[in-house]
């Protein structure tokens, strides 16, 4: 569900700014990995205020996935030795 909603929130900032699907998913990658290079940003108020509520979140779930797979690799060592 973490993903969908990351996926499915770059697609919709995409709808509001006019974006192809494509830069759109990029955007999405780019603002979670908080990476901000500047090429994308939202220059519509729809698009501004969705950023307010999207960003947040999808730095919150790119963490949440992050420390999933970093939590499964400790396990895994750990019932290794």
């Known amino acids: 569900p973490s993903i ?3 996926l499915c929130g770059g ?3 995409g709808k509001l700014e006019g974006w192809s699907w494509t830069d759109a ?3 999405s990658f780019i603002t979670a990995g908080t990476l901000g290079y500047g090429d ?3 220059v ?6 969705w950023a307010l509520i999207f ?5 919150a779930v790119a963490g949440e996935v992050l420390g999933n ?3 499964t690799i400790v396990e895994r060592r750990q019932n290794q030795y």
């Open 4 to 6: 969908a909603l990351f």
């Open 11 to 13: 697609v919709y900032m």
């Open 25 to 27: 998913i990029y955007y």
């Open 40 to 42: 994308f940003s939202p």
């Open 44 to 49: 519509t108020q729809a698009g501004r205020l």
């Open 55 to 59: 960003i947040p979140l999808s730095v």
């Open 69 to 71: 797979v970093a939590s």
